[in-house]
């Protein structure tokens, strides 16, 4: 209800507003400093809100229209929502002490895996495609913990209890200096989008930010 009372204020002048934001954490977390710097630029009076999460916390609050837009990793609900492909690419790998043997690999293979307690994000779909690609189920991995953002679960690993399934961007911005990151091999690689519920209708802050996004990797 506050976030409309906001949009239906914002109405009235085009150069002001909040937009609204969910990001995962990955490198595309790096791009939004610059768009946000770019834009603002061009709309000082714009405003923003910033909320991480995981992919599902994320959808559920475009859902519910706490969000205007969501960063996402593909894949994307093409039923659901509208998105912008962004040039970001992660690869996935394995969440390391420094001083494990495994650290001196480097990539991390099905056996390797298999033989380990892992904690993977907490979305079935994705702990599925995790086990696929190293062509077991998912009930042959030895699951310890599930987890939605990073820092948490990196102390499981600090704490020698598990090794942590992630994208490299997430590690990036952890910045633990006890732990590394290990591509998996064969390489693993997912996309990123900017995302909004379909048929969505926006306030002029948030129409015009993502005509600017639109505009910029038109322009790449």
């Not at 394995?94 to 380990?116: F, M, N």
Request: charged fraction near 25%.
């Amino acid at each position: 209800m506050e976030k409309t009372k906001r949009d239906l204020a914002d109405q009235n002048d085009l150069l002001g507003g909040t937009v609204a934001l969910g990001c995962v954490e990955s490198c595309a977390s790096q791009m939004l400093p610059a768009a946000m710097a770019d834009f603002s630029r061009l709309h000082p009076q714009v405003q923003y809100e910033l909320y991480s999460a995981d992919g599902d916390d994320i959808r559920a609050k475009l859902d519910r229209g706490e969000l205007d837009f969501g960063i996402l990793l593909e894949p994307v609900e093409a039923a659901k929502y509208d998105y912008i492909r962004l040039p970001y690419w992660e690869d996935w790998g394995l969440l390391l002490p420094k001083e494990d043997p495994l650290a001196q690999r480097e990539s991390i293979g099905k056996e390797e895996l298999l033989a380990l307690p892992l904690s993977l994000p907490r979305r079935e779909i994705v702990q599925d495609s995790i086990a696929s690609w190293f062509g077991v189920e998912r009930s042959q991995l030895h699951i310890f913990a599930q987890h939605t953002l990073l820092n948490n679960a990196a102390l499981l690993v600090e704490a020698g209890l598990c090794y942590v399934v992630c994208v490299r961007g997430s590690f990036t911005i952890c910045g633990k200096p006890s732990l590394c990151f290990r591509p998996f091999a064969p390489a693993r690689t997912t996309g990123h989008v900017l995302a909004w519920k379909k048929n969505r209708i926006f306030h002029p802050a948030a129409s015009c930010f993502r005509a600017y996004i639109r505009e910029k990797q038109a322009a790449l």
